[in-house]
């Protein structure tokens, strides 16, 4: 039986900044789950508590429990399993929400059924599985035989002189590469094997260009087995930013928890822009070709050539994905007549313009992306550069929402998902935009329909319009959502979506929002460890240990600022109840219960926090609630006096609660705390007041 004591902590935020040593550490290894937990059966073991949901005390009502892990290690935790689904990991489902009644079926197809025309794949019986009929690809035979992780015994062939260069082409033939295995050591909960399999099954992407992998790129992976991704957009606009900015941004993105980026610009010198958002990220790279296309020139000149050109160039260059909105076809523009706001994708509307511009005898041209597609599919496939298919029809508001124009072409995405696995091309779909709420799992639950399980990304979506300036709060329900139904990566909005291009502070607040979405999903899902890292902050709360709460914050800086703001003392309350009426506290004391006293999670004495950091200065500043001169105070006050070392009576933080009397307690309660004052409470005299 293996071990189910973790042996290293949590995931932490300084973890979910990809490509940062932490990452690179033990935290994401097989170390992380304990040794040699890496098959399914190990698992399953591990993480199930009960398939049959518990009732209420009096018998009343029975948990919808469907087999989802519990996504927390503890195997003895008290909670169910999440009510989702149980895991399919190597079948259509994955990690999956119930279906609501009505909801399309997942499709019987997978990649495997889109191959090129001259390769073959036969499923074996379990009797050919042997070590002497297992066979391992090689060029000269042109044929590998081998087992999946669900025990599928395929026989594939090639031409005998094929030569693998996307990562779906190694998974067709059994082949795990170094990016499968490093996404293993990522995705703990998925085996090297599994990940290969997803990929061959076109469920999964790992959007890793060949020249890219020479810079700092640390694969990842996106799909629906894995963990839910993150994805930053910016770029330069003809009006605002520059390339030292949009590094900054890039920066700013990946240690936020951008688990990809997309360089959308639009102006400045794009190519240098672009060359140097690659080179300096560890994290994949997207981009919209067709804005690089038309720069410069009239849309109306676009043609074979410019198209396959800037494709070629920005492959070589070593984008990772990109966004090409060959569904938009002739056929739906009249669809989108109706509509409040009409074609909001700028591919989208660019395309649909360029269409109208060649129509003849009053009829649409056909896109030039979709005609190019064998042809575009055939460069990226050189490169191993990843589809997104672009949705040119997505919605822009409410009304439009899961309209024919967007069906339409959400359709024709799934016959080019088909063509490009054809081509030996990962890919994935991008998906709405404004959806109201109870549209979104159709939304889902139809793109893993028609795009055969291909991994789904989302813009949002918003499942409002009305709150400009707070668009990264009404995309982000969408967006958790939509993660709980079937997309495997959320685009991020900021507050300055519809309103203008996104600042470095817009960028953080869209990512921790987004991360927050897809942070949530995973809990819900049941992946398999997901709620590790909330099970450790809620134990570092319950035994009030606010280091340790501040440490496994997602954002440290800003927890501490926010508490400190009130009360600068590390104590067994906080200044939201103060210390009479602090349930947490009184649990604690509660011998009966185990909250609060978890082992290593005590919070020793009480300590007069240490002086706010430059991060956390600039974050009240800019809060605006205190004077500069309290904030000052707050960051100068006991520059070298930490936890541990404040031990004497002279510098001695002592709390009241902790140090004298009920009675003084009450006393201390009602005359200072309620002001929010609790200095004299912690021996600080009262010339040293900030509050
Ligand atoms: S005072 Fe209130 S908010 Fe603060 S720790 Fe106690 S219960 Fe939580």
Known sequence: MPSTTPTTGPTTPEHLAAGSPAWKAASHTKAHLGEGLRSAADLRDRYRVTTAGPALPDGSVQLPMNGAFNPGHE??????????????????????????????????????????????????????????????????????????????????????????????????LGIITPEMERVAQREPHLT?????????????????NVHHLRHDLDPMCIGRASKTKVYANMGASPVSSSTDEEVEKLQWAEKWGGDTVMDLSTGGDLDACREAIIQNST???????????????????????????????????????????????????????QRLIGIVSRG??????????????????????????????????????????????????????????????????????????RHGVQVMVEGPGHVPFDQIEFNAKLQRTLCHGAPFYVLGPLVTDVFPGYDHITSCIGATAIAYHGASMLCYVT?????????????KEGCIAYKIAAHAADVALGIPGSRDWDDELTKARAALNWKKHFELAFDEDTARAYHDEDLDVDTDFCAMCGHDWCSVRISKEIQEFSSGKAEGFDRGKPVKSDALTDEQRAILEQRGYLKPEEIHKLAAKVKGKVEGTVDDEAGKAACHSDYVDADEAKQIQGEQLVQLNSLPAHGIASDDRVI
């Open 75 to 172: 195997p003895t935790a008290p909670t169910p399993g999440s009510f989702a689904l149980a895991p399919d990991v190597g079948g259509p489902l994955m990690f999956a929400s119930p279906d609501t009644p009505g909801m399309p079926a997942p499709s019987t197809k997978t990649a495997w059924d889109f191959l090129p025309d001259d390769w073959s794949c036969e499923v074996l019986p379990a009797s050919a599985c042997t070590g002497a009929t297992l066979r391992s690809w090689s060029p000269a035979s042109g044929e590998a035989i081998f087992k999946d992780a669900r025990g599928v015994i395929r026989r594939v062939t090639c031409p005998a002189d094929f030569r693998p260069i996307t990562q779906l082409e190694s998974a067709r």
């Open 192 to 208: 090297s094997e599994q990940i290969r399999d997803e990929i061959a099954a076109g469920r999964m992407i790992i959007p890793a």
């Open 283 to 337: 994290v994949p790279i997207g981009t919209v070709p067709i804005y690089s296309m038309i720069i410069g020139r009239r849309l109306e000149d676009l043609d074979r050539d410019i198209i396959l050109h800037t494709v070629e160039h920005q492959a070589r260059q070593g984008v990772d994905y990109m966004t090409i909105h060959a569904g938009v076809r002739p056929e739906h523009i009249p669809l989108v007549k």
């Open 348 to 421: 989208g509307s660019l395309l649909a313009k360029w269409m109208l511009v060649h129509a003849k005898e009053g009829k649409p041209a056909e896109n030039p992306m979709y005609d190019l597609w064998d042809d575009i599919c055939r460069v990226l496939r050189e490169h191993d550069v990843s589809f997104s298919i672009g949705d040119g029809l997505r919605p822009g508001g409410l009304a439009d929402a899961t309209d024919l124009a967007q069906l339409g072409e959400l359709q024709t995405i799934g016959e080019l998902t088909a063509r490009a696995w």
């Open 495 to 507: 507050p300055k979506e519809h309103l203008g291009l996104p600042k470095k502070g817009d960028v």
